[in-house]
């Protein structure tokens, strides 16, 4: 009797010790190397959302339309950087904080008419600086993983002012002020691929959408009854990035 307690019990102790040592791995697995720093660039172009709206009013006691003019046709694809740090939480899931810029240069363009004439814009360029924090899921185990993920934060706008011209009546008016500098919230969907290229780093890719709110607009062409068209200047955008990530 005492034999067979005896080997029940080393049975016993024999088990515990096979799940110790099965939990312990994957915890010392799970914390290898738990924390990440990536650094990506690349160019970021406009998806959906007005620069300014569509309105009728009178520039110079002239009469003057206005037409609707997207992101896409103001501004052209830009320069767009991010640096992120993340924290392994699960087997394949990491939380992340990620500041980002992103500079998207104006085009010269026919906005509307004043008196039947061609108006010109020249907006400044679209400069701003985000901040979010979010959850990425990475998906199986191979050394080639694709991954999704989302975020929450703002973004920070440069102030915007406008050039507005009728090249043929040799009118130009400068330095209208459109929209204020203010922070916006802001979220975004994304993935892509990373691609391990040892413990410590690896290479990626990636295809995010991103929407902010509307910036504070500023009254430039009060008096003309155009006021209201820079009301509502969210927007959603594509960047669309490649960088390296390091593991420690």
């Not at 413990?199 to 607009?217: C, L, P, S």
């Amino acid at each position: 009797r005492d034999f067979t307690i005896m080997r029940n019990a080393t049975r016993t102790c024999i088990a515990a010790a096979c799940v110790w040592a099965a939990v312990s791995g994957a915890t010392a697995s799970a914390q290898t190397h738990p924390w990440s720093v990536s650094f990506d660039v690349g160019t970021q172009v406009a998806v959906d959302g007005n620069v300014h709206a569509g309105g009728s009013g009178a520039v110079l006691g002239l009469p003057t339309e206005v037409t609707a003019k997207s992101y896409g046709d103001v501004y052209g694809p830009g320069f767009y950087w991010a640096a992120g740090l993340g924290y392994r939480v699960a087997e394949g899931g990491e939380v992340r904080v990620q500041a980002s810029y992103t500079n998207n240069p104006a085009e010269r363009l026919q906005v509307g008419t004043v008196a039947g004439f061609p108006l010109l814009a020249l907006f400044d360029d679209y400069q701003a600086l985000g901040v979010n924090f979010g959850y990425r899921q990475y998906l199986g185990g191979a050394s080639v993983r694709p991954f999704v993920g989302a975020d929450v934060g703002f973004v920070r706008h440069e102030a915007v002012t406008g050039e507005f011209s009728v090249p043929a009546a040799g009118v130009v008016l400068s330095n209208v002020e459109f929209l204020e500098s203010s922070t916006v919230p802001a979220f975004g969907i994304g993935g892509g691929v990373q691609v391990q290229l040892s413990d410590h780093w690896a290479v990626q890719g990636g295809v995010d959408f991103r929407w902010h709110g509307d910036a504070t607009d500023r009254d430039g062409l009060a008096g003309t009854g155009l006021e209201g068209i820079n009301d509502e200047t969210r927007r959603w955008s594509m960047p669309i990035t490649g960088g390296v990530t390091v593991s420690f």
